[in-house]
């Protein structure tokens, strides 16, 4: 089988010759003086993408690791959380949660939708004993997002703690960390970042420290330990556990390429693909999967199954006749999405454009009424004013 010319998934994503290059040099000693100041430079980058300054945690493993660990940090048998599910990794979380022991109150909206932040002020008055409130930013089997600007602020006003998932978001969206007083923010390198699945990149607010050490079932000595991260690494310089020496060079490089582009102009860049697309697959006939253009996400574009096509065959066509590679759905949107990623690379140039085309054109194949023309020529018409503007 050919490999295909274009990667345009939800992640993970084709990363840039700079960070191919990272990710090839040699591997250095994890404790030699060099690779020591590169970690906590990667630190402080991940921190300025992340609008914190606050701590941030390395964890070696993919970011599923992290949502973990900050569970396990915070959550027993006596916590009370709001879970907010827009999606299926928002609904995941909530099983997290239970084999945790804890209460949840799950406040669940269309997985096309986004959660209403009034509903989230009415649950917290109507639950004061919530003490823990979990969201995903970016649904990402979706493609729709949360108003975490506000459900953040709302929870820290009810004295709750927030765990965030923006593992698909950060750096295709807005995430102010300390502003929106986000206590753990949890993301991955292999998304809008560009970089591989083998990291989870944890933002952690003192007052989740100070939860954490109050809580005597926390993990310690353990991989899922985001305490032994801060014993051991912050305050005697200690790994807890080897990091991949080669996951860190290319997350490093991969941040430079964000913050010397600039975090605001690399966000907007995300913003304009989706939309292009968006506006494209509209005018071709084919509808979006999120209900509306606010709830929208900017790092993936969920596309609606037109009735009498099978997701499966269309995405295996998109691949094999057009050369480009989309991602497919996962828990109950199976068989109703195909998602084509704008991350990284893919949110530049004309590749809105070739995920539109391909996908229009594929579904055309498939005997559906759409008009690959007009999809292209909006698509392309809405990437040149951008850069025009
Ligand atoms: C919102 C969200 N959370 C968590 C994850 C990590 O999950 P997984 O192990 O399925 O890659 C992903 C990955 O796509 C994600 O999109």
Redesign the pocket.
Known sequence: MRAPAFTLT??PVAASPRVLAALGSQIEYDYDPIFLERFRATQRKVAQIFRTEGDVVLMQG???LG?EAAALGIVTPATTCLNLVS????KW?GERLRRLGATVVEHEVPFNSAVDPADVEALLVAHPQVSVVAV??????SGTLNPIREIGPLARAHGAMVIC?????LGGSDVRVDEWGLDFC?S?P??CLAST?GLSLVAVSDRAWEAMHANPAAPRRSYLSLLDWQTAWEQEGRFPYTPSVTDVLGLEAACDEVLEEGLEAVIARHENAARAARAGLRAGGVEPWAASEEVAASCVTSITVPDGIDEAELRMLVRNRYGVVISGA?GELVGKVVRIGHMGIASTSLYPLVGVSAVVQALGDLGAAVDVGAASATTLAALAERASA
């Open positions: 939800a992640g993919e970011a599923v949502l999606g299926v990794y928002s979380f995903v930013h970016c649904e990402t089997p998932d923006v593992v698909s978001s949890v991955g292999q998304k699945p996962q």
